[in-house]
């Protein structure tokens, strides 16, 4: 499900986190996802059925926490190192996982945002969004 309007825009920051109470029904499928207004995909966090997919920009790293059928809370931050690198985290329940994602940095301007996208089943609660990177020891203190 996305919103109706292209109107969420993170602004002139590059780094963000995004955080999400989610109950999975078991096997793969998308968090959150964010589109441009053309429809391509930006940012995706993905759950696969032994861990975590984080999409930049078509390109993707893969984050080692194991996905559980109960309530969890995700925070995911995206630190733009250069133009044509990121670094990526997760934190969930008690499993820090972090990679880089060599995608070129592109200044997103109005985005739509999606959810239970790509085959996601369960339920997805209480959406945040922050304009900078969460260290993981804030991510903790986010849930």
């Known amino acids: 499900m996305c919103s109706d309007a292209a109107s969420f825009s ?3 920051t590059k780094d ?21 207004t053309a ?4 940012f995706d966090l993905r759950t696969t059925a032994t861990g975590y997919t984080m999409t930049i920009n078509g390109q993707s790293a893969t984050l080692t926490c194991t996905p559980s059928t109960n309530w969890q809370y995700i925070v995911a931050t995206v630190t733009v190192q250069t133009a044509t690198a990121s670094n990526v985290c997760i934190r969930v329940t008690n499993c820090e996982s972090c990679g880089t994602v ?36 804030e991510a903790a203190l986010t849930y």
Do not use: D
């Open 102 to 137: 060599n995608a070129h940095y592109v200044e997103p301007t109005a985005l739509r945002i999606c959810t239970g996208e790509n085959g996601f089943t369960g339920t997805i609660r209480s959406l945040h969004f922050y304009n900078l990177p969460f260290t993981q020891t």
């Open 10 to 12: 993170m602004g002139v």
């Open 39 to 42: 429809g391509a995909v930006y």
């Open 16 to 36: 963000f986190s995004v955080g999400t109470w989610y109950k999975s029904g078991g096997g793969a499928g998308s968090l959150i996802t964010l589109k441009t």
